[in-house]
């Protein structure tokens, strides 16, 4: 029983709140920083096949790419390291609201460092959910190829020749890029080419990634903010008795 016991106390300590988040987290930051690389790239090679082929036209695209692959890089490092320092906390604050009848005593650091992580990550999840919503931008652009696509396939007639997709008009690359435009049989070839099956399917994956983050962000959030009023809670109890 003495071991049994110390089992269940053992895991009575683990903040599962946290636990789940930081599985949560992870999975979702590893979907949307991996998906969402592999499908810069593949986008980026379609437009230069099919919308710009000329280098000058979508120099500044390019740039932009490039420095998003990088922010994904940073983002992933930093959530990493986030998301094991929130479980380390959760551990801390979970042991100490778990101990409420024992001589545990809460520190005004401590209390100041939970504080901290309840408004960074407050910070942290207002800002996944503008990433969550510039994920779906891409998702919206191919669905729009996708369904195009789809419908000359229906209705395969003489006039689907008539029927393009102006990426100009979505504001990636410059008006005065060439072709800048895909009409007809060139449309339906985009369409069925590896690049944009697979940069499609991507940045659905990335947007769902980009939603788990933000969801277990929302788990930290309330986890966090539970054990801080609980140890603020322990604080002013710990001055109202200790006369």
């Not at 096949?49 to 490039?66: C, G, K, N, Y």
């Not at 449309?187 to 788990?212: K, P, Q, T």
Request: some cysteine; proline content about 3%; glycine content about 8%.
């Amino acid at each position: 029983m003495g071991c049994l016991d110390c089992c269940i106390k053992c895991l009575g300590g683990v903040p599962y709140a946290s636990l789940v988040a930081t599985i949560l987290c992870f999975s979702g930051v590893a979907l949307f920083c991996g998906c969402g690389h592999v499908a810069l790239t593949g986008t980026l090679t379609i437009l230069e096949t099919h919308f710009s082929r000329i280098p000058t036209d979508h120099a500044t695209l390019t740039e932009v790419i490039q420095l998003l692959q990088y922010v994904i890089y940073g983002i992933a490092s930093f959530f990493f390291l986030y998301g094991i320092i929130l479980l380390a906390e959760g551990f801390y604050t979970t042991s100490a609201v778990k101990e409420l009848h024992s001589e545990f005593k809460t520190t005004i650091c401590g209390r100041c460092i939970s504080a901290m992580f309840v408004f960074l990550t407050y910070i942290l999840g207002v800002a996944w959910l503008g990433v969550f919503g510039f994920s779906a931008v891409p998702v919206f652009l191919f669905y729009n190829m996708w369904s195009t696509c789809s419908t000359m396939k229906a209705s395969p007639l003489p006039g689907n020749s008539s029927i393009c997709v102006d990426m100009r008009q979505y504001g990636i690359i410059p008006w005065t890029a060439k072709p800048g435009v895909a009409c007809g049989s060139m449309l339906l070839d985009i369409c069925n080419s590896s690049e944009f099956y697979l940069s499609y399917h991507l940045y659905i994956v990335a947007c769902a990634g980009a939603g788990a983050t933000v969801i277990a962000l929302l788990i930290y959030m309330m986890a966090t903010t539970y054990n801080f009023a609980l140890l603020k809670f322990k604080s002013r109890e710990d001055c109202c008795t200790k006369f």
